[in-house]
């Protein structure tokens, strides 16, 4: 007996965006999060184009490594997401100065080292794994 086609309906189609909108938010590639979750990334890829149904137990899984609630992935909790891993929100004192001085760089090339580099430093600092225990 065959299976029938998977048909995905707009709950998938939310869910499947929701997760690309994390992931991408907080800076993370398809590769990253798949080695996280230990699946491929051409799954990620279809969990979030809707080909494949996220499984509930797969969607508490992805939830927690994107940092946000089972909830806000189907669109059901819509209060605004914490940062990922600690991170300042958008008020503190240092991000709002960070972007003062963000905007008084002249120089096209330095604002595009500057972005490279804290894109980098984010990205490294929230999938570092932590350490052993000693």
């Known amino acids: 007996m065959s299976r029938a086609p998977f048909v995905a309906d707009a709950a998938d189609v939310a ?9 991408q938010a907080i800076g993370v590639g398809q590769d990253a999060l798949a080695r996280k979750l230990g699946v491929s990334p051409q799954q990620i890829h279809k969990y979030e184009q809707a080909q494949n149904r996220v ?4 969607l508490l899984v992805i939830a927690r490594a994107l940092g946000v609630t089972v909830g806000w992935l189907a669109g059901e909790d819509t209060e605004e997401v914490e940062p990922p891993h600690g991170a300042p929100t958008l008020a503190a004192s240092d991000t709002l100065e960070m972007a003062r001085i963000f ?4 120089r096209p090339e330095i604002r595009a080292a500057l972005l490279a ?10 999938w570092r794994d932590p350490p052993p225990p000693a």
């Not at 499984?55 to 797969?58: D, I, K, L, P, S």
């Not at 580099?117 to 929230?126: C, F, H, N, Q, T």
């Open 15 to 23: 869910i499947g965006a929701r997760i690309r909108a994390r992931r």
């Open 55 to 58: 499984t509930g137990a797969r």
């Open 103 to 106: 905007a008084a760089i002249r």
């Open 117 to 126: 580099l804290a894109r980098d430093l984010a990205r490294d600092e929230a």
